[in-house]
């Protein structure tokens, strides 16, 4: 077992004055990352396995060709994504998003280096629907969802994991450069504008290496595929708005509050299903998954996309002029970044 890095021991003033449940939750995300460190393999190593699945290495020869494009074309550090990692299940982290019944504001974590963000992640799925359960008895709408890839935002070199391997060459080229992409601007406590950012930084990435492997009709494709995924965020983005402006109004009772707001996620199905019979933001059979706790993790995702990919067409499609406007934002307020994206401030 390799030995802690320095940066965890930073956390051992913040965990004795702190209570009983947040010790063990660090405590689960010391041992989570621990675990990762002790299963990880040099990608070199696994490729000259004779053992090792023939997929797999197929896959991390896939990931060297984009990592080498990422530092030489797309300006990105890639410390992360030299070794692999077979954690044996389906999602590395299961995440945790809240938010009041009758509210689109999210609820907040604190964390040392990063500061405040909009989630709770846990290694185990049992630790995460604990958690869930706990929030829901406060009266919080709850989401919990298992996550196949994250990052420890370049404080450490992260591993290639099983988890995200079966994805397709689109999109685990979206994801790779999508982890990169936090390594190179990250501003604690902007969950919004952190993934939105990362979001649109590999999206582009994503075209550049298509036309540089000169696949036309895989650019096509994945710009089909970005356009049908637009349209179903949009129906989500403006179901929140809706409910943001309902929240906002005054109600008789409780009960008709939650009867309003129960009809405006019937309208967002009934759209959804009218007009993409498949999609995803179905309610699973019998049990509703959709609340606002849900919406957020599209919203923080999605909502300043568009401002990232003006930005870039300002500075007419350079990175390296993008991503230092990006990063002299750090200096700002929350509220002027806004600004500078063209979207009024909101409490993200």
Not at 21 to 26: D, E, H, N, P, S
């Amino acid at each position: 077992m390799p030995a802690l890095p320095r940066s965890w021991f930073a956390l051992l003033p913040a965990l004795l004055v702190c209570s009983c449940a947040t010790v063990k939750f660090y405590s689960q995300a010391i041992g989570g990352q621990t675990e990762i460190w002790r299963k990880s393999r040099p990608n070199a190593t696994v490729l000259a396995d004779p053992k090792a699945d023939d997929k797999v290495k197929e896959r991390l020869r896939y990931i060297e060709e984009l990592r080498a494009f990422a530092a030489r074309d797309l300006g990105l550090p890639t410390k992360s994504f030299g070794s692999y990692c077979d954690l044996k299940r389906p999602y590395v982290v299961w995440v945790v998003f809240a938010a009041p019944e009758f509210s689109v504001e999210a609820k907040r974590w604190w964390y040392p280096f990063v500061g405040g963000l909009k989630y709770r992640g846990f290694f185990e799925e049992k630790l995460a629907q604990a958690e869930g359960a706990r929030l829901r008895k406060q009266g919080l709408d709850v989401f919990v969802g298992g996550v196949e890839a994250y990052s420890t935002l370049g404080y450490f070199k992260d591993p290639v994991l099983n988890t995200f391997l079966h994805r397709s060459d689109h999109d685990l080229a979206e994801l790779v450069f999508h982890e990169l992409t936090h390594a190179k601007v990250f501003i604690p406590g902007d969950t919004d504008f952190n993934e939105a950012f990362a979001t649109a930084n590999a999206q582009d990435g994503v075209r550049r290496w298509l036309r540089s492997k000169n696949d036309l009709a895989g650019l096509r494709a994945y710009e089909a595929g970005l356009k049908q995924s637009r349209s179903t965020i949009r129906l989500l983005l403006e179901t929140r708005e809706k409910l943001k402006t309902l929240y906002a109004q005054e109600h008789a009772s409780v009960e008709t509050e939650r009867a309003a707001k129960q009809r405006v996620f019937e309208e967002m199905l009934r759209r959804a299903g009218a007009n993409r019979p498949q999609t995803k933001v179905q309610s699973a059979a019998g049990k509703p998954v959709w609340n606002n706790a849900r919406l957020n993790t599209i919203s923080s995702y999605y909502t300043l996309v568009p401002g990232f990919e003006r930005l870039l067409k300002k500075n007419h499609g350079d990175l390296s002029a993008f991503h230092r406007e990006v990063e002299s934002m750090r200096k700002m307020t929350k509220e002027d970044r806004r600004t500078v994206l063209g979207r009024p401030d909101e409490k993200s």
